[in-house]
Nanobody, 127 residues
Framework: QVHLAEAGGGSSQPGGSLVLSCTSS????????MAWIREAPGLERETVAS????????RYAESVKGRFTISQDSGSGTVYLRMNSLKPEDSATYYC????????????????????WGQGTRVTVSS
């Protein structure tokens, strides 16, 4: 099965930047869609970004559009989340998640449909 591992979390001042990475192992057919999903106390889980690893199509939540960028290294399969112009409300635990999907379609935005999850990496944005 698919195993995921996140790295790169930490602290940042408002306006700063962080880059998260997600490494994966297991059948690539089961991780066609890769997503970054964040969870903060008192808030619903939010799929902030997703990418179809075969088609390359991306999707972003309105809360991060224009600030976050999801990408992948085609050789290693590592998926990245570049987070720029960070705000205190971006503070959360960020999870890498995956599920199989049709190669030609963009990945779904619902966090509940993702089958495989990493352990999470914490991001804190404060002064």
């Amino acid at each position: 099965q698919v195993h995921l591992a996140e790295a790169g979390g930490g602290s940042s001042q408002p306006g700063g930047s962080l880059v998260l990475s997600c490494t994966s192992s297991g059948p690539t057919v089961d991780s066609t869609c890769m997503a970054w999903i964040r969870e903060a106390p008192g808030l619903e889980r939010e799929t902030v970004a997703s990418i179809n690893r075969l088609g390359g199509g991306t999707r972003y939540a309105e809360s991060v559009k224009g600030r976050f960028t999801i990408s992948q290294d085609s050789g290693s399969g590592t998926v990245y989340l570049r987070m720029n112009s960070l705000k205190p409300e971006d503070s959360a635990t960020y999870y890498c998640a995956a599920r199989p999907w049709t190669p030609s379609n963009r990945c779904p935005p619902q966090a509940s449909v993702y089958d495989y999850w990493g352990q999470g990496t914490r991001v804190t944005v404060s002064s």
